[in-house]
């Protein structure tokens, strides 16, 4: 297994760091690590650095030394935005979390027209909070070096803008009423931005559709099964990931 990572301001350009703080808590208290094991420092925005533990002090301070020069992991070639309708519940967060851990580099939440769950005022901002929160802890569970981007609240009309801006974009639907292609064979670009929107559980609307579609979205489906919108997103940023090489 990789060694576990924390996330830092600014990767020092030092040999020797503290990690202190809640990171510095969570590597002495949670993870209990010990003189010797190796750790990964990131700004989570693709710089980071190896190093060793020098000593754990207290309750929240790891002393890391050895530490390598910066590297910086490349951006990917094809970039992977989900847009996200909003689910009930913690559903989201679960959205989050697992399209982070699958390696999905972008997620727009979005109020879709028939979302139950609407994000206002100060709940709005606690809910978006909790996402990006999220995304943040799922990259470092993952070991991951460069996180996740999650957007502010999107509207269907911000929502087009971003699908008429890629290099390919596609709305998950399934309908017996309207044509589909398998996202399992549709035509990817080689590199760029790929968009796909999962709508909420009571489906992307028509006007959304329409909306979508005119903004040069496809209409593409995963298989005879219907997932639920927590899961969607998901999957299919594992299918592209592997079809653009990214898993390969």
């Known amino acids: 297994m990789t060694a576990p990572v924390f996330v830092v301001e600014q990767l020092p350009d030092a040999p020797e760091f503290v990690l202190d703080g809640p990171e510095g808590r969570h590597a002495v208290s949670v993870k209990r690590l010990r003189t010797g094991e190796e750790v990964v420092l990131t700004d989570g925005r693709g710089r980071w650095a190896q190093g060793v533990v020098r000593s754990a002090e207290g309750k929240d301070r790891l002393v890391v030394g050895g530490l390598d020069p910066v590297h910086e992991e490349p951006a990917p070639a ?3 935005t989900v847009v996200q309708a909003l689910p009930k519940g913690d559903r989201g967060e679960v959205a989050v979390e697992t399209m982070t851990e699958t390696g999905a580099d972008g997620v727009v939440p979005w109020q879709a027209a028939r979302c139950v769950t609407q994000w206002k005022g100060d709940r709005g901002l606690k809910s978006l909070a909790k996402w990006r929160s999220t995304a ?9 070096v460069r996180f996740p981007d ?18 390919f974009a596609a709305v998950l639907h399934e309908d017996r009423a309207c044509d589909s292609e398998a996202l399992a064979t549709v035509a990817l670009p080689d590199a760029g931005e790929i968009v796909l929107v999962v709508g909420p559980e009571g489906g992307v609307s028509p006007d959304e559709l329409a909306a979508f579609t005119a903004a040069g979205a496809r209409t593409c489906r ?3 099964s ?4 927590s899961t969607a997103g998901t999957a299919a940023t594992a299918l592209l990931l592997g079809r653009t090489g990214r898993w390969s």
């Open 78 to 80: 094809v970039r992977i």
């Open 136 to 144: 943040r802890e799922a990259g470092k569970q993952s070991r991951r």
């Open 150 to 167: 999650v957007a502010d609240l999107a509207t269907t009309k911000q929502v087009a803008a971003l699908l008429a801006a890629a290099d």
């Open 222 to 224: 995963l298989g005879p």
């Open 226 to 229: 219907v997932l639920r919108t």
